[in-house]
């Protein structure tokens, strides 16, 4: 009872345009907009980690590690498409469509050689001298998504 | 007595009612709103880190979709017309691929020189990391892969075997 009247009287005082002050809000918003606009990073940078085999390492990190079945799959790019090789798997090799390279059937190609060796990380990546940089790191996007994350690069 | 006369001629002139004389309230409402969003928009692109890797105007980095952070190593930059290390220029792009030899010589030299610095400052206190033979390159997405592999090549020989490619996150 004692909320509803308290209630009633506070609506009756303020009528039908009650109206919410704004003003510390705004106060807020005038000086976290300009801070955060200018600490804004539009551009985000990120990093592809790429290894290569290291000189003086190889043999010890070979004896620490007992020989796995390596599954050798080998991506070639060439300025005409893209060539997958896998053990016992004889794909088409994709040729450009258009000019553009055929990105959605290396993905398939991809997936089913990730289906048939689930185990399998590591792919070598081997493109033509005259193919782009921009090429390459879509390249090793894609493969990274098709569960591949262990990309080398092989001239 | 004047200043009611303006508000009253105002008031004909407008038609804007007003609930009482003299408080005069603004409707913020949409203004609000559209601050709330901008806010939400900029609380989420808001990074406390900060920027550790600067790239020039010039160098069109390829997009990735890789999220791992940048570090703070040395960096290549390959422009369309130089190699730059640490932002001092090495040799001429030109240079590099008017030969058949894989292996950069000056490049080479300057990162022999580097890696001596960076194992000497190694060497004088157990807080600064040494050589850990991280480069990042941040290369023109324009350029080949001749070139890069050559660059690639070189920093192997002197001993920088984990190469960060420095890309653009997508998105």
Known sequence: MNLKQSMGRRLKGHGDDAELNLTAVMNIFLILIPFLLLTAVFVRISVLELALPSLDRKPS????????????????????????????????????????????RLVEQLKTVKKKYPDSQDIIIAPEGSIKYDTIVSVMDRCRESGFPNISISG | MKIENEATSFKVATGFKRSKRGSFTLRLTSMIDMFTILLVFLLKSYSAEGQIVTVSKDLRLPESTSELAPKVTSVISVTSEWVLLDGRPVEKIENILSTNNLLIEKLHDSLVRLRAITEGIGGISDQMKGFQGQISIQGDKEITFDLLKRIMLTCGQVGYNNMLLTVMQKG
């Open chain 1, 61 to 104: 990190a070979a004896k620490a590690q007992p020989p796995k079945s390596v599954v050798l799959n080998v991506l070639r790019i060439r300025e005409t498409g893209f060539e997958l090789k896998s053990p016992e798997t004889n794909f088409s090799p994709l040729p450009k469509k258009n000019n553009t390279f055929d990105w959605e």
